[in-house]
C-alpha cells in the first residue's frame, strides 16, 4: 500500500460519516452461490495464487501473516477474483499482532476512472472500521487530486465531495485475540459483521461497479514487527439477492 493509501486509511476522519445501527440491515444483502476464492494457509510458502509486491506477506504456521518492512510502504498482497458481476460475500479470521491496521479491497485495476483502479475497501483498526467506496469516493481521480494538493480549500472540498461514499464505525477489537471478519457487497450496498454481528453499512454508487477482480490485503505499523494474522479466507459470488433500497 502507497503511503498515500496508508494516511488515507488512518486519517481520513475529515470526510467520514457515522453510521447509525438504526441505517444498517439486520438480514444478510444476498446468498452465497459459488465459493471463488478459498485458502486455509496450510503450506509453506504463498502460492501462485498470491503475490506480494513488498515481501511484507509469508504463510507460516497455518496462517497468512502480513506486515509493514518499509517505514514508506505498507505490505500489500493481491490475487485475482473470478467474479461475474462484482457482488461478493467474504469472510476471513483475523488477528491483529501488533499491527495498527490491516485493509480488504475488492477493485479492478484496469479501471481508469479511480486511482490504481481502486473500488471498494474497508480499513479495520482496533478502534474503528471504516467502509470505503472509492470509486466515487477519495480515490475517485478528480476527488485524489483536490486532496492530495495541499491547499487547504481544496482538501475541504474533496472532503465534501467523498463524504457519501465514506462511513466510519467505532469498535473495539484486543491485540491478539482471533475475530471473524464478514463483508458483502451486493449492488450498491456493503455490509459489515465481527464475529457475526453486523457493525457496517455503506450505500453508495460506486459499489455496484461490475468488475472487481483483484483482491487487496494491505497491513500497516510502525514496526516490521507490528503484524496482522489472517485464517479461513473464503469469497463467494452471490445469487438471490434481495433488494438494497432503502
Sequence with gaps: MQPHL???GLTILSCVAFASAADIPAQPLGTKHKLVFSDDFERTGLGPALKSSIPAFTVADGLLKGRQERADHG????ATLPLPDGNLILELKFRFAGA???GVACDDIAYQGSHAGHISRIMVQPGRITLFD???GVMRNDIYV???SGDQKKLAEGDRLAEKATVNVPVKLEQGQWYRLGLEI???A???TIDDKVIGYL????LTHPTKSNLRLSVTGKEPTMEAHFDNLRIWSVTAAPSTAR
Design 190 to 192: 456493503m455490509r459489515v
Design 6 to 8: 496508508r494516511l488515507l
Design 203 to 206: 450505500k453508495s454508487s460506486g
Design 100 to 102: 495498527r491496521a490491516f
Design 75 to 78: 505490505g500489500t498482497l493481491t
Design 134 to 136: 472509492d470509486k466515487e
Design 146 to 148: 483536490l486532496r492530495k
Design 186 to 188: 451486493v449492488g450498491d
